[in-house]
Nanobody, 123 residues
Framework: QVQLVESGGGLVQAGGSLRLSCAAS????????MGWFRQAPGKEREFVAVIAWSGSTTSYADSVKGRFTISRDNAKNTEYLQMNSLKPEDTAVYYC????????????????WGKGTLVNVSS
């Protein structure tokens, strides 16, 4: 089992920045690819970004490309999502996810999920 706990969400004005963190425990963190997903009110959960176990490969949704940066620190068992130039449409609950298969993680079928952290961007 892998336990994931997100933090760093909050209320921010449009144009501002936030950094989300996801702390992992339970298994060897560096064995897992990691990702971020989000779910806005009344909408389905959607892919935001993923990062390979080594950090060498990343992928982003078009809606966040150039504004968000995913990273990880395997020594700290932590994944991050730096969010800049935030827009009201970025408002959502953000979820951390982990899986040993990169191809399973990106479509949102990860084996492990956190409980989420709320990001609220005001206009």
């Amino acid at each position: 089992q892998v336990q994931l706990v997100e933090s760093g969400g909050g209320l921010v004005q449009a144009g501002g920045s936030l950094r989300l963190s996801c702390a992992a425990s339970g298994r060897t963190f560096s064995n897992y690819h990691m990702g971020w997903f989000r779910q806005a009110p009344g909408k389905e959960r959607e892919f935001v970004a993923v990062i390979a176990w080594s950090g060498s490969t990343t992928s982003y949704a078009d809606s966040v490309k150039g504004r968000f940066t995913i990273s990880r620190d395997n020594a700290k068992n932590t994944e991050y999502l730096q969010m800049n130039s935030l827009k009201p449409e970025d408002t959502a609950v953000y979820y951390c996810a982990a899986d040993r298969l990169f191809g399973t993680l990106k479509p949102g079928k990860a084996a492990y999920w956190g409980k989420g952290t709320l990001v609220n961007v005001s206009s």
